[in-house]
């Protein structure tokens, strides 16, 4: 997995685990496993809304892999899609997502769907300020202190 457990003590209090463990799903976006990709962004579409009021944009970055670089689709949804206006095509980006899959007519579809972006070289972190603030670090409780 992603994660490890903190090893700083020879016993782990359960509450301590619980809050540990919400922690790091957190900040993987709901999840225990997120994946990554590195490239240069390549384009970037408008944003469109459908009438359901479900809002998506798409980025597609360019991975290099061998001689073949791979051109790679991300979607972002809802409030992720702001995630995207601060780029332009030529950035170089890690964006962190997590894939989707669903079946629609005995057809079976994937998608990539990115909810944080790093630019490289820029040290900025595009994702980090949308993200809500993170649960507490055990060790920010005395042993009696119930986090929630």
Not at 27 to 50: N, P, R
Not at 52 to 59: D, L, N, P
């Amino acid at each position: 997995m992603g994660w490890q457990l903190p090893t700083t003590t020879n016993t782990i209090h359960s509450k301590q685990l619980f809050t540990y463990v919400l922690a790091h799903i957190e900040q993987k976006g709901g999840s225990l496993v997120a994946y990554e990709l590195t490239g240069k962004i390549k384009l970037i579409q408008e944003a469109k809304t459908f009438d359901s009021g479900f809002t998506k944009r798409e980025m597609v970055v360019i991975v290099e892999d061998g001689k073949y670089p791979q051109e790679i689709n991300v979607e972002f949804v809802q409030d992720k899609v702001s995630l995207l206006d601060a780029l332009q095509p030529g950035q170089e980006v890690t964006v962190t997502f997590d894939i989707r899959g669903r079946e629609y007519n005995g057809r079976y579809f994937n998608n990539l769907q990115g909810w944080k972006i790093d630019t490289l070289g820029a040290g900025s972190n595009v994702g980090q300020e949308e993200q809500p603030p993170p649960y507490p670090e055990p060790s920010d409780f005395e042993n009696d202190d119930i986090p929630f």
